[in-house]
């Protein structure tokens, strides 16, 4: 197996465990905030979402955001860009009213695709190489790795607490294991 199709078996199977966990949630389960100080379901998803966006576009090199360039931002109800590392509440702090969950959704089925789709033109020779010359520690491999990491652990946030809010809750065994 070459690298590129290990990267994108590990980028699906972190997308198919992020999004089996957010299935089946009602956006109330997705804005229940456990403690005043907790994030959300719907937060946290968001957060990966436009973490996504950026490192699997912009940081990569593999093209613009698909925020602006595929008008997610006016489909998600904000054309204000609040930036992935402000603190995950934003949507409270900043008096946004907060995505529907199924938006949130079908952004991050529609980067999962674009990412897969960049994928496609890359050789294992392309994971060296530094989109930015500013940062020539985060070539594309970093970007990368930094997703799929990224991703797991926020899919742990959400598993956990999608199981205080429904303590029958799990996630079915074997999901998200790709065998292609």
């Not at 436009?50 to 054309?79: I, Q």
């Not at 899919?155 to 029958?168: A, M, N, Y």
Request: charged share 25%; proline share 7%; aromatic share 6%.
């Amino acid at each position: 197996m070459d690298a590129i199709t290990f990267v994108r078996q590990a980028l699906t199977q972190a997308h198919e465990r992020f999004m089996a966990t957010l299935g089946g949630l009602t956006d109330a389960d997705a804005a229940w905030r456990p403690a005043p100080h907790a994030n959300t379901i719907l937060e946290i998803a968001w957060h990966v979402a436009r973490v996504d966006d950026r490192l699997g576009r912009r940081a990569t090199g593999l093209g613009p955001e698909l925020w602006e360039s595929r008008g997610w931002s006016e489909r998600l109800g904000t054309t204000k860009d609040i930036r992935p590392r402000e603190p995950y509440q934003f949507l409270k702090n900043e008096g946004a009213v907060p995505p529907r969950l199924d938006d949130v959704r079908a952004y991050l089925v529609a980067l999962h695709a674009d990412t897969l789709e960049k994928l496609r033109g890359l050789t294992p020779d392309d994971l060296d190489r530094v989109p930015d010359p500013a940062q020539p520690e985060r070539n594309v491999a970093t970007q990368l790795r930094h997703m799929i990491t990224h991703k797991n652990n926020h899919h742990g946030q959400i598993d956990f607490i999608r199981g205080l809010r429904h303590p029958e809750w799990n996630l079915t065994p074997g999901t998200g294991i790709v065998q292609r």
